[in-house]
C-alpha cells in the first residue's frame, strides 16, 4: 500500500467512528429503554445529544487543529471519544448515558474537522486530493451502513445480558489501534506559530449560540415547536450575531480568534456551503420521512425496510468508489448526471411507490439513489476547501461541518413538519403516499439549488482531466 494512502486510511478511521456512532444507537433503542428503565424524553436525549455536542464545537475543533496542530488535536479527539465510550458503554442509569453521549459528540468534534484539513495537507495536487476525497465518501457510506447494521447486531445477540452496550465497547479497539498508528506515521502541521493564541471567551459564545440553536430544533424535531423551543431558538441567533460581530472586531484589532470570516470571500468556498447545505436538507429528511413512509404507510416490518435501505447504502459505496476518476474525467458534468439521476429517482418514487410496489423495485430504486448520492458528496467537500490558504484549512472544515450538521437537522425540522401537515390527523395509506408526494418535491427543489450552486463553481476548482 502507497504509504500515503496508509496515513489516509487511518486518518479516515476517525470520520468513520464519528459517523458510525450518529447511527448505531437508533436500532438500539428499544433495548436501552427497556434495561434502563429510561423514558421517552430522555431516549430523545439520548440521541441528540450526541449531535449537540457535535455540532457545537466542529469550529472550535477545526481552531485548536490549526494552532495547536492537526494530529495532536485528532489523537486527543480519539482519546476522549474512546474514554466516552466506556463511559456509554457501562453508564447505569439513562441521565449518565445521555451526558456520556454529549461528551462523546465533542469529541468526534474535535477528530473530524482534522479529518478534511489533513487530507488537504496530505494531498495538496487535484487529482491526488480528488481520489481521497473518494475514499472519505465511501467512509461516509461504510460508517452510516455499519451502524445501522452493528447497532441491529449486538442488541440482538444473546452472549450477554445488556448486549446493546457492545454497540458502545466496540469503539475502544478501533480507537486503541488508530491512536497507534496516528502516533507513529501521521505529520504534525498547523499554521504559523505567529499569534498562536486561543480565543476562549469565542469559544464560550460560538458553543452557546450552536449548542441553543441545535438544542432548540433538535427538540422541535422529537416535541413539536413549542415557546420554550422558540425563545431557545432566539437566543441562539442574537448570541451567534454577537459572535460575527466580536470576531470581526477581533481580526480587525489583529487580536486572537476562533473563525476568520475572510473565508467567505472564496466564491468556490460560498457555493460548496450552499450546495452542502440544501443536499443535506434533502437528504437527512429524505432518510427521516423515508423511513415512516416504508413502516407505517407501506406497513413494511423495520427488518425489511431496514434491508431496503442497506441496498442505498450500497450505491453510495459503489459510487463513491468510481466518482474519483469519473470527477477527473469529466469535472463538473460527472456532478450534474449524479444530481439528474437522484432527481429522476425521486421523481419514479413519486408514482410507482406505493402498498402494490414489488420489494425488487423499492430495493432497486435506492440502490440508484445512492449511486447519485454516492457520486455528489465527496466532491461537495472539494468544492469548499480547494483553494483555500492552508491556514484556514481547520477553520474552513469546522465551518463546512458545522453547516451540514446544521442543515440535516433543519431538513428533518422543516420537511418533517410539512409531511405530517399532508399526512393529517387520521391518515390511510392514500394520505401517507400525498405527504411523501409532497416531501419529495420539496427534496427536488433542493437538488436543483444544489445544481445551481455547481453549474456556478469555476472550471478551475473541478477541471477535466486533459
Not at 483553494?387 to 440535516?408: D, K
Request: hydrophobic share 55%; glycine share 8%.
Amino acid at each position: 500500500m502507497n504509504y500515503k494512502y496508509l496515513k489516509l486510511m487511518v486518518i479516515l478511521s476517525g470520520q468513520l467512528l464519528t459517523i458510525m456512532d450518529i447511527f448505531i444507537i437508533n436500532v438500539s433503542i428499544p433495548s436501552i429503554q427497556q434495561d434502563l428503565q429510561a423514558s421517552n424524553g430522555e431516549m430523545q436525549l439520548m440521541i441528540a445529544s450526541y449531535l449537540i455536542g457535535f455540532a457545537s464545537f466542529l469550529i472550535t475543533g477545526g481552531r485548536l487543529g490549526d494552532l495547536y496542530g492537526r494530529k495532536k488535536i485528532f489523537m486527543l479527539g480519539l482519546l476522549f471519544f474512546m474514554l466516552s465510550s466506556v463511559a456509554c458503554g457501562i453508564s447505569s442509569g439513562a441521565v449518565l448515558l445521555v451526558i456520556s453521549r454529549f461528551i462523546q459528540g465533542i469529541s468526534a468534534a474535535l477528530m473530524s474537522p482534522q479529518v478534511l484539513s489533513m487530507i488537504q495537507v496530505l494531498f495538496p495536487g487535484h487529482e491526488e486530493r480528488t481520489k481521497a476525497m473518494g475514499w472519505y465518501g465511501i467512509t461516509i457510506g461504510a460508517g452510516t451502513v455499519l451502524g445501522q447494521f452493528l447497532g441491529g447486531y449486538f442488541s440482538s445477540i444473546t452472549v450477554m445480558q445488556e448486549s446493546w452496550r457492545l454497540i458502545f465497547l466496540i469503539n475502544i479497539p478501533v480507537c486503541m489501534i488508530a491512536l497507534f498508528f496516528s502516533h507513529k506515521i501521521l505529520n504534525e502541521s498547523k499554521i504559523s506559530a505567529e499569534k498562536n493564541t486561543f480565543d476562549f471567551f469565542g469559544v464560550m459564545i460560538l458553543a452557546a449560540g450552536l449548542f441553543c440553536f441545535t438544542y432548540s430544533l433538535t427538540m422541535s424535531e422529537h416535541q413539536g415547536i413549542q415557546v420554550k423551543s422558540l425563545i431557545i431558538g432566539i437566543v441562539s441567533i442574537l448570541l451567534l450575531i454577537y459572535f460575527i460581530k466580536n470576531q470581526k472586531m477581533r481580526v480587525k484589532q489583529e487580536k486572537s480568534y476562533l473563525m476568520d470570516f475572510s473565508l467567505f470571500s472564496y466564491k468556490s468556498f460560498n457555493l460548496g456551503i450552499l450546495a452542502v447545505s440544501f443536499f443535506f436538507i434533502m437528504l437527512d429528511s429524505y432518510f427521516y420521512i423515508l423511513s415512516l413512509f416504508f413502516q407505517d404507510g407501506l406497513q413494511i416490518g423495520s427488518m425489511a425496510a431496514g434491508e431496503i435501505i442497506v441496498f442505498q447504502g450500497l450505491g453510495f459505496i459503489l459510487a463513491s468508489l468510481f466518482s474519483a476518476k469519473l470527477i477527473l474525467r469529466y469535472g463538473k458534468t460527472f456532478l450534474v448526471a449524479g444530481l439528474g439521476l437522484i432527481i429522476a429517482v425521486l421523481l419514479l418514487q413519486i408514482f410507482l411507490f406505493d402498498t402494490e410496489t414489488s420489494f425488487f423495485m423499492l430495493c432497486l430504486l435506492l440502490f440508484f439513489h445512492g449511486l447519485g448520492v454516492g457520486s455528489i458528496i465527496p466532491s461537495l467537500a472539494n468544492i469548499a476547501l480547494s483553494g483555500l490558504p492552508q491556514t484556514l484549512a481547520g477553520n474552513a472544515s469546522g465551518v463546512y461541518n458545522t453547516f451540514q450538521q446544521a442543515a440535516a437537522i433543519v431538513g428533518i425540522i422543516i420537511v418533517g413538519s410539512i409531511f405530517y401537515y399532508f399526512l393529517g390527523a387520521k391518515p390511510s395509506s392514500q394520505h401517507y403516499s400525498h405527504a411523501f408526494s409532497i416531501a419529495l418535491i420539496i427534496n427536488i427543489i433542493c437538488l436543483f439549488i444544489v445544481l445551481f450552486s455547481i453549474v456556478k463553481v469555476p472550471d478551475y476548482v473541478l477541471p477535466k482531466r486533459r
